[in-house]
């Protein structure tokens, strides 16, 4: 075991000159299952591409923009988020039931996955470092609003925080308030307000004053 | 079981690091991890409770090394690997195959990986008998210490919450992670933030926990 892996390496594929323990360990798994036949490689590239180029948190914003503006559509949403999102084709992998929870002026809502980093894949893509760390974790449930400050997010004391702990296959995504400055912009203008950590709670839609 | 992977209300792991730029990957044997570990789950030898509770059998400082997640992946499909006899140890530390492979495994193929992440694998299966309890319902976390997988955390084992949604009726993890499916209702539990907590917490706190039939039971 080594502590060293992440301190002073940055990404180099290809670069054999000084492999890690966990690197060489990985190549090991990789280079035995291809060569008996148990994995494709070709398979490997079509994973790596699909998580890291294709899903991602667009996905869940065209989903929020539609609640937006759509009221039959957020109701839906809000009432059975499974079918809702399958209805756009966000179903799937990590995300077979999906819940969304709405936050008001009166409740907050923020999901976490304290046991692992369940997440909900095909609505935001593979979940941020910070998501998956301890640090967040351990804390979110204990002290959220601590939290939501490291994020620069205050909010009143009244306004009651629910925290979604992510136990079972079940997938929360977070509807934020829509900022009232953008009500009756066009959907490609919207969905630039609607960023990745404000559909986990973490943070509130973008404020529109701040896009250029 | 009681290992370090259950933290919810640990102190101790300091501030977020969101210096972080937030791409999936940061190392290429993230990616090539992630990527094997999707591959090798489609040769249907584990379940997902299988898999979490092979995780949550690292041993904590090993676990926390660099606080980084996809590295447990690593003894945890070495593991998998020895067990299901996809590798042996000695190919592992080889780092190349010196035996013949296991018969009768079929390699996921590229054209099939777009399908099989848009129909996923739900947890849902059909209902059996009614749900024992409603939303609104009163009901307490059991409190119980199993030295094997479960999806109830301890903060919540022996708090009362409120049923806050019926899921339908799912998998089991609890039984599920022994390779056993077991078909259970799944609720959305409430809990006050000061039930959990104490009377000196945030009085505006809740936490909603998915928790299955026989993990909770009947609060006055």
């Known amino acids: 075991m080594t502590n060293s ?4 390496h940055h990404d180099h594929a290809g670069d054999h000159s000084e492999l890690s323990e966990t690197e060489i360990r990985v190549r090991a798994l990789e280079s035995i299952f291809v060569s008996k036949g148990y994995v494709d490689p070709s398979t490997l590239d079509v994973i790596i591409d699909l998580y890291e180029n294709k899903i991602g948190p ?4 065209r989903v929020i923009v539609k609640a937006w503006t759509d009221p039959a559509f957020k109701q839906w949403l809000l009432t059975d988020g499974t079918a809702a999102v399958a209805s756009m084709g966000y179903t799937g992998h990590q995300g077979e039931h999906i819940v969304v929870p709405e936050n008001t002026p009166d409740v907050h809502n923020i999901v976490v996955c304290t046991l692992c980093s ?5 609505l935001l893509g593979l979940p941020p470092s910070w998501y998956k760390s301890a640090a967040y974790r351990s804390r979110v449930v204990l002290d959220p609003r601590s939290i939501l400050a490291e994020f620069g997010v205050t909010l009143p004391d009244t306004t009651k925080i629910k925290i979604w702990d992510s136990t079972s296959e079940m997938r929360y995504l977070v509807l934020p308030m829509q900022p009232p400055a953008s009500i009756g912009w ?11 950590d404000s559909m986990i709670g973490t943070r509130m839609a973008t404020d529109p004053a701040t896009l250029s | 079981m009681n290992t370090i992977h259950d933290m919810g209300g640990m102190h101790g792991f300091g501030s977020l690091r969101l210096d972080i730029d937030e791409a999936p990957f940061h190392f290429d044997w993230e990616r090539r991890m992630f990527a094997v570990q999707q591959a090798t789950g489609r040769l249907g030898l584990w379940t997902i409770d299988m898999s979490r ?3 949550e059998a690292i041993p904590a400082e090993e676990y926390l090394i660099d606080d980084d997640y996809f590295r447990r992946w690593v003894p945890r499909l070495e593991h998998f690997a020895v067990r299901y006899g996809l590798a042996s140890v000695e190919e592992i530390a080889a780092g190349k195959a010196l035996v013949p492979p296991r018969a009768g495994l079929v ?3 590229p054209a099939s990986v777009e399908q099989f992440v848009a129909r996923g694998n739900s947890s849902m299966r059909p209902q059996a008998a009614p749900a024992r309890y409603k939303v609104g319902d009163r009901v307490r976390a059991r409190n119980y210490q199993p030295a094997t997988h479960t999806r109830l955390p301890r903060y919540v084992r022996g708090r009362i919450g409120t049923i806050a949604i019926v899921h339908g009726v799912h998998v089991f993890p609890d039984t599920n992670c022994m390779g056993v499916e077991d078909r259970q209702w799944l609720y959305s539990v409430e809990f006050d933030g000061r039930e959990v907590w104490g009377d000196t917490a945030d009085p505006n706190v809740m936490i909603c926990v998915d928790v299955s039939e026989p993990n909770i039971s009947a609060a006055a």
Not at chain 1, 5 to 8: T, V
């Open chain 1, 5 to 8: 892996d992440h301190n002073g």
């Open chain 1, 58 to 61: 667009k996905n869940g914003a």
């Open chain 1, 118 to 122: 369940c997440y909900p894949w095909p």
């Open chain 1, 186 to 196: 066009s959907e490609d203008k919207l969905i630039e307000l609607v960023n990745r």
């Open chain 2, 53 to 55: 509770a092979e995780i």
């Open chain 2, 107 to 109: 390699a996921a193929k």
